[in-house]
C-alpha cells in the first residue's frame, strides 16, 4: 500500500535552515508529482511547494518563495523540502501528499517549530 514517512523536522531558531524529506513506497514514485504542505495550529493546510515527476516543474506559495527548495531523488524515491531562512511563521505540522488513482495519500506529518 502507499506509504509516505516524513522526517526532518525539529526546533530552529529564526534564520536557521531545516531539510525535510519524504519517503515513499507502495507506488511507482517516478510517475508522479508530489507536494509538500504545512498546516499551522489553527489555521487551514496549505500547499507549500510541488514538483513534477520529473523535476522539471516546481512551484511554491508566495509564503515561501526564495527561501523553500522542493527536490526529488526519483532512485531513493524521497522527495525533499529545503527551507532556508525560516521565520516563525512558519512553524506548523509539513506533510507531503501524493495523488493517485483519485484518491490522495499523506504522511503523518513532521512538526517545524521556528523560535524568534
Known amino acids: 500500500q502507499v506509504q509516505l514517512v516524513e522526517s526532518g523536522g525539529g526546533l530552529v531558531e529564526s534564520g536557521g535552515s531545516l531539510r525535510l524529506s519524504c519517503a515513499a513506497s507502495?507506488?511507482?514514485?517516478?510517475?508522479?508529482?508530489m507536494k509538500w504542505y504545512r498546516q499551522a495550529p489553527g489555521k487551514e493546510r496549505e500547499m507549500v511547494a510541488l514538483?513534477?515527476?520529473?523535476?522539471?516543474?516546481?512551484n511554491y506559495a508566495d509564503s515561501v518563495k526564495g527561501r523553500f527548495t522542493i527536490s526529488r531523488d526519483n532512485a531513493k524515491n524521497t522527495v525533499y523540502l529545503q527551507m532556508n531562512s525560516l521565520k516563525p511563521e512558519d512553524t506548523a505540522v509539513y506533510y507531503c501528499?501524493?495523488?493517485?488513482?483519485?484518491?490522495?495519500?499523506w504522511g503523518q506529518g513532521t512538526q517545524v517549530t521556528v523560535s524568534s
Open positions: 507502495g507506488f511507482t514514485f517516478s510517475n508522479y508529482p
Open positions: 501528499k501524493v495523488a493517485r488513482a483519485g484518491l490522495d495519500y
Open positions: 514538483i513534477s515527476s520529473g523535476s522539471s516543474i516546481t
